[in-house]
């Protein structure tokens, strides 16, 4: 059974009047139907590719303080251990340059080569699905995910007992690729805990393998 989300107090300076943006992206029931159906197939990854291969040019533009504030709050408030950290969805790098500062062994990953083109040489990169990663089994100790769909067998099979998962959205529930903390321990087989907090305008959880 899930286990339950122990929420944090907010941050201080959480913004918490975010404008209507993401709840209305097609993005929303993508990452819905992707966590909770395992809708994913070789048409929908093409197109999710061809998205983000088109937006790569300026997505680093796209970077705040606000947006940032959520990854820096749950690196620093989520309690989990480094080991072998990979980010899953890395983009152009938004959340990779804070990540490199904690974290010695750390892949960058995501489905789209323009956005890894576009990403400095921060991390080892690797251009693979998330849903099927190159990874054996249990070769993670914390997988990271920065506005990024959950394929939850994937998360299941790559995380090693006692590792976890940090999954981050920097615009919180109006971030087009969201999930609650809730909706991603219910999502995730197996038995999961985590901790949850709102910093910037953004949310986060760390959850860890029970």
Not at 132 to 150: H, S, Y
Request: no cysteine; aromatic share 6%.
């Amino acid at each position: 059974m899930p286990g339950p989300v122990t929420w944090l107090p907010d941050a201080e300076g959480t913004v918490t009047d975010l404008p209507v943006f993401g709840s209305a992206s097609p993005m929303r029931e993508v990452t819905e139907t992707v966590a909770f159906d395992a809708a994913w197939d070789s048409s929908r990854r093409a197109k999710v590719r061809e998205l983000f291969d088109g937006m790569a040019a300026d997505w680093s533009s796209r970077a705040t303080p606000e947006r940032e504030a959520s990854i820096l709050d749950a690196l620093d408030r989520g309690g989990l251990a480094g080991g072998t950290v990979i980010e899953l969805g890395s983009g152009t790098g938004l959340g990779t340059g804070h990540l490199i500062e904690r974290f010695d062994d750390l892949i960058a990953l995501d489905l789209s080569m323009q956005m890894l083109r576009h990403q400095p040489d921060l991390a080892p990169k690797v251009q693979a699905d998330a849903s099927m990663l190159p990874f054996p089994d249990g070769a993670a100790d914390l997988l990271v995910l920065v506005n990024m769909l959950l394929f939850p067998a994937e998360v299941d099979r790559v995380v090693r007992p006692g590792g976890g998962l940090l999954w981050i959205n920097t615009l919180g529930h109006e971030t087009p690729i969201h999930l609650s903390p809730e909706a991603v321990v219910d999502a995730l087989p197996g038995s999961w805990t985590a901790t949850a907090g709102r910093a910037g305008s953004g949310l986060w959880a760390a959850v860890q393998r029970a």
